[in-house]
């Protein structure tokens, strides 16, 4: 068995990056999952955050990365 998060169809491909988009598929506020066989799966896929047009350069992403690190 697995968890599975839902998400919504794909969307239209970003202009900043060209990947497309997918939303969670949300029902009365919360994020709809379910457990289902693996031999249900037919792929994986691989998420990433959604950015803004444009990513900081000036290391506090990587400072805040860095500190939580250290505080392990």
């Keep these: 068995l697995a968890y599975v998060e839902w998400f919504s169809a794909f969307q239209a491909p970003d202009h900043n990056h060209g990947l497309c988009k997918v ?8 994020q709809i999952a ?7 799966i037919h792929c994986s896929t691989h998420l990433i955050p959604r950015f803004g047009p444009i990513t900081p350069h000036d ?3 990587l400072m805040s990365l860095t500190s939580v690190l250290h505080s392990l």
């Design 23 to 30: 939303l969670c598929t949300i029902k009365n506020r919360e």
């Design 59 to 61: 290391g506090v992403l």
């Design 34 to 40: 379910s457990i289902v066989p693996i031999n249900n």
